[in-house]
């Protein structure tokens, strides 16, 4: 095979590893700006290291203001739409897809290669934001006009902005592609026995999240397009005769749902590993189901709950405040599912469960601080504080990264035919989970004390600088948490090259994609699988053979 | 690894515990309330610690305990079943409960900060007009008094940068205006936060209960020095602050020189 034909390939494997790589990639980039973030909150006006003195050689190091809105700018943009995006929905969604459900490939190869090929593009375009007069977007990267679109309200929206709407613009299209492809695959190409209530849940997590990328990623496509054209053609659908709020809405529309989009997949994954490393069948097949088809329809209706204080009508404050209230419910439906899982179960302390665990006790916690904010009188107070950004980064981080940690360990051997090795996922693990929770948990104080989220500086306001400490903390324990990632990185290349031959099914797995060699070949089975039953069937009352694969034919007595 | 996953967990809950138990202790909490509206938010946010401490012990507890008896060497016992209607029911049923309770308690206090209906009356009955206007731009506060003809925009408005001075212990109603992006009123001590659109004027009230100088926040991302946007409220009583407006009117009468005598 040809090098372009490797690299322009069809075959959703590798368009799904190249998703993979990318996302790592672009984790590194949304990672380092996250360290000069906290650098900044806990040292604020002193020399940056590394990036301080390359950026800012005639200061000494010592960052601008606008340097710092560029920055989270940034990191939330990267972080979102170039990181978790893509993998929970571009990773596993072409790796597993086609694998779990015994399809040969993708409904639509070509269209799947040009949704990740648009990827490199839009990279491309925040990139060239950093080159152009006035430096990269720095309006955040919910990115409120009219701070985003008048030319003078900020350096950053002078060119910046613009090729940041383009990268956006961009991703729509790349994932609503995607979407398409994975939505049709999972309803035409199941292999035959496979209804829909016999998919593995990640599947099911998939596609729900894919329903929700079609239905809402066109809104804000749309709403970036007409950004541009404030900015470009100068119309003014967001200015202030126009109306500011309308993009707020726009953007929440999908930016709210894209929640669920990447915490749904993580929670697919995460019902698959606890089953098969517990050896128990996952609690609640169908309450589970139903819960995330719960968090489909209802995460459309929630939106607002971004937008209490921002100027509108208040009586949609409030019953986007009660929709709020309740979504809540199918979320702790499926913890109380997680937790019967385990109950019972013979848990295998595999790096893989080790992070679903985490998952489900970081989840649970990021889960219930949603609750204070899903208040409407109470967010009035929470909003735009660090309260927000401790229960979000519970969520994306302790959540979806989590998830993705779970995944990476379990289907490693699947992806590359070879084993990571145990003992470095579990240093992994512990050293993860610590310090995350030492980022993270503190801000909760930080925002209860009125720290707004995207200040450059806390110690300008009196009533926060005794927060000072705190900050210090956070911010050597993201250092450590970054740096604690060697763990994973060091295991995954090693294990790339070296680690030992992984067999066709490693975990002893129940689900289809172990039918195939690891790694599977073009085309995926020798023998196309015939599905028998549900992909859960474990027990753990019995060692040894204590599963049945779910295309196991069962002679006749 | 089983004993440190476990002790992992349970030493996790006991820090969230903490984290909201006695760090409060070192202020590390919402700062003391001091306005009516905020008596309501103190009272929810105390619920809903209620419900999350139970809800966060029981799972996280539970997780803890089951990985300690579950995992290899636990000698948990194993069971098979993976299907129970009465208890899907029950935890969705108990939760669902507590939730409608939760979103129901919640209109009242809402409905009393925001909704046009709620604008405190004056001894005529009609709502109160605005004590001030509070101009937001890139990046300060202005706040401007109406004159002597009591009519703001006019010749004679009282000016006052940086600086918001209202009355103590009765209903104050601001109008708030924004000269160029989005900015955000944040007052932690009153629970008060309001977005400001450019474009139209947003109003706010409040009735601070106690006098005292408290920070004046933007709490939405408005440009580089949206971190620096800082002002002040400082409450006193009536009779200081008919003090203070006529100071304020000297001022605008005063050519700079007859206050030196």
């Given at each position: 095979m040809s090098l372009a034909a490797r690299v322009f390939s069809t075959d959703h494997k590798v368009i799904g590893l190249q998703f993979f790589w990318s996302g790592l990639a672009m984790t590194l980039f949304g990672a380092l700006s996250a360290m000069l973030i906290r650098w900044q909150l806990a040292f604020p006006w002193t020399a940056m290291p590394v990036a301080g003195g390359i950026v800012f050689p005639k200061s000494g190091g010592v960052p601008s203001p606008e340097f710092y809105s560029a920055l989270f700018t940034f990191h939330g943009t990267v972080m979102i739409f170039f990181v978790v995006i893509p993998l929970l929905t571009g990773w596993l969604g072409n790796y597993l897809i086609p694998l779990c459900i015994g399809?040969?490939?993708?409904?639509?190869p070509r269209l799947n290669m040009l949704s990740y090929w648009i990827m490199p593009l839009a990279i491309a375009c925040l990139v060239t934001g950093f080159c152009?007069?006035?430096?990269?977007?720095?309006?955040?990267?919910?990115?409120?006009?009219p701070l985003s679109t008048v030319p003078s309200a900020a350096p950053g929206s002078l060119h910046g902005q613009t090729w940041w709407l383009l990268a956006i613009v961009l991703l729509g299209i790349s994932s609503t592609l995607g979407a398409i492809n994975y939505i049709t695959t999972i309803v035409k190409l199941r292999a035959q026995g496979l209804s829909f209530l016999r998919l593995p849940l990640v599947v099911w997590a998939l596609f729900l999240s894919a329903c929700i990328q079609l239905a809402g990623l066109p809104v804000l496509t749309a709403g970036g397009i007409l950004q541009l054209c404030d900015r470009v053609l100068e119309t003014g659908f967001y200015s202030a005769n126009g109306s500011p709020l309308l993009w707020q809405h726009l953007f929440w529309f999908y930016g709210h749902p894209a929640v669920y989009v990447v915490i749904l997949p993580a929670m697919g994954v995460v019902s698959d590993v606890l089953s098969v490393h517990g050896r128990k069948g996952v609690f609640g097949y169908r309450p589970m189901v139903f819960s995330m088809l719960g968090i489909t329809v209802l995460g459309f209706m929630v939106w607002a709950h971004h937008m209490f204080v921002s100027g509108m009508n208040p009586a949609l404050g409030m019953a986007f405040g009660i929709a709020t209230t309740l979504i809540a419910l199918p979320s702790g439906v499926k913890v109380f599912n997680w937790l019967a899982t385990l109950w019972g179960a013979r848990i295998q302390l595999t790096s893989a469960m080790l992070f679903a665990l985490g998952f489900v006790a970081l989840f649970i916690t990021g889960g219930l601080s949603g609750l204070w904010l899903a208040c409407t009188p109470v967010d009035v107070y929470m909003h735009d504080t660090y309260f927000v950004v401790a229960h979000f980064h519970f969520i994306v981080f302790g959540g979806s990264v989590f998830g993705l940690f779970a995944a990476c360990y379990h289907w490693f051997p699947k992806m590359f035919g070879r084993m990571l090795d145990e003992r470095l996922g579990r240093v992994h693990f512990v050293g993860t989970f610590v310090l995350t929770v030492g980022v993270f948990l503190m801000m909760h104080q930080l925002g209860l004390a009125g720290m707004p989220r995207r200040?450059?500086?806390?110690?300008?306001y009196p009533s926060l600088r005794h927060l000072a400490p705190l900050n210090v903390s956070i911010t050597w324990c993201a250092l450590l948490l970054a740096g604690w990632q060697v763990f994973f990185l060091a295991n995954l290349f090693w294990s790339l090259a070296r680690g030992p031959r992984a067999p066709r099914n490693p975990w002893r797995a129940a689900s289809l994609e172990w039918e195939a060699d690891s790694p599977p070949p073009h085309g995926n089975f020798a023998v196309q699988p015939q599905v028998e039953r549900g992909p859960y069937e474990y027990d753990p009352r019995q060692g040894g053979e204590d599963f049945l694969p779910q295309a196991a034919r069962i002679p006749a007595p | 690894m089983r004993a440190l996953v476990a002790t992992l967990f349970a030493a996790f809950a006991l820090l969230v515990l903490w984290s909201f138990v006695v760090a409060p202790q070192r202020g590390w909490a919402m700062p003391e309330n001091v306005a009516t509206l905020g008596v309501a938010v103190d009272g929810l946010f105390a619920k809903i610690q209620w419900v999350v401490g139970v809800f966060f012990l029981l799972t996280v507890g539970l997780l803890s305990w089951i990985v300690w008896r579950n995992a290899q060497g636990g000698g948990g016992r194993r069971s098979a079943v993976s299907k129970h209607t009465k208890l899907e029911i029950v935890w969705t049923i108990v939760p669902g409960a507590i939730l409608v309770w939760l979103a129901l308690v919640q209109i009242a206090p809402w409905e009393a900060m925001k909704f046009s209906n709620s604008i405190p009356r004056g001894a005529d009955g009609r709502p109160k007009p605005a004590l001030c206007e509070v101009w937001a731009s890139q990046f300060d506060w202005h706040v401007l008094y109406p004159g002597a003809d009591g009519r703001?925009?006019?010749?004679d408005d009282l000016h006052s940068p940086y600086e918001l001075v209202v009355p103590v212990n009765e209903p104050v109603v601001l109008s708030l205006h924004s000269r160029d992006v989005i900015h955000s009123f944040f007052v932690p001590s009153f629970r008060l936060k309001q977005d400001i659109l450019p474009g139209r004027e947003t109003l706010v009230w409040f009735e601070c209960t106690k006098a005292g100088e408290y920070d004046l926040l933007c709490a939405e991302l408005c440009g580089f020095g949206h971190y620096k946007m800082a002002g002040k409220v400082r409450a006193i009583p009536r009779a200081e602050y008919a003090a203070f407006l006529e100071r304020k009117t000297r001022e605008l009468h005063s050519n700079g020189m007859e206050d030196r005598k």
């Open positions: 399809a040969r490939d993708m409904a639509f152009v007069e006035g430096g990269a977007a720095q309006a955040g990267w919910t990115s409120y006009p200040i450059a500086d806390p110690t300008v | 703001s925009g006019t010749g």
